[in-house]
């Protein structure tokens, strides 16, 4: 799509607004993706980086959200975490943001949700449906400049 936005290219853009991922590409272009993101008292914004990558992560909960679901405390990491596969939260692939080299804990990942593209529902994290992460993921590479506004 057309992107006139004044970022470098290979810059990653989430808008809170539009509920889009844009993914900035010579020529004024940029690769547009639907996401999810945080519902309310867990949105941000802000700069990062993107890390670290990984296809079919592994999930382990924060000890902030076992806390407010307690049921997740068998995937949580004294646990081992809750396995790769299709139900995993983090779905097929994720990118790990950081900020001045420190894990955000944020991730911009698959879900096995696809209803919740265009909602504010998560705890803070960007989802993609599973073949759009896949996509980004191998289009973005670490190290990448992150910009969620």
Not at 8 to 17: E, I, L
Not at 48 to 65: L, V
Not at 91 to 107: H, K
């Amino acid at each position: 799509m057309d992107y006139t936005e004044p970022y470098p290219v290979g810059t990653v853009v989430v808008n809170t607004h539009t509920f889009f991922l844009h993914l900035v590409q010579e020529g004024g272009k940029a690769m547009r993706y639907g996401v999810g993101l945080g519902r309310q008292g867990f949105e941000w914004s802000g700069e990062g980086r993107i890390q670290w990558k990984q296809a079919w992560p592994k999930w382990t909960p924060p000890a902030e959200m076992i806390a407010r679901q307690p049921e997740l405390e068998q995937w949580s990491a004294d646990n081992g975490g809750m396995p790769p596969g299709l139900d995993n939260p983090l779905g097929a692939r994720a990118l790990y943001i950081f900020q001045n080299g420190v894990d955000t804990l944020y991730r911009i990942h698959g879900s096995p949700e696809y209803w919740t593209i265009g909602k504010a529902v998560s705890s803070g994290c960007v989802r993609l449906m599973n073949q759009d992460i896949i996509d980004l993921y191998n289009r973005v590479p670490s190290g990448s400049r992150l910009i969620v506004v």
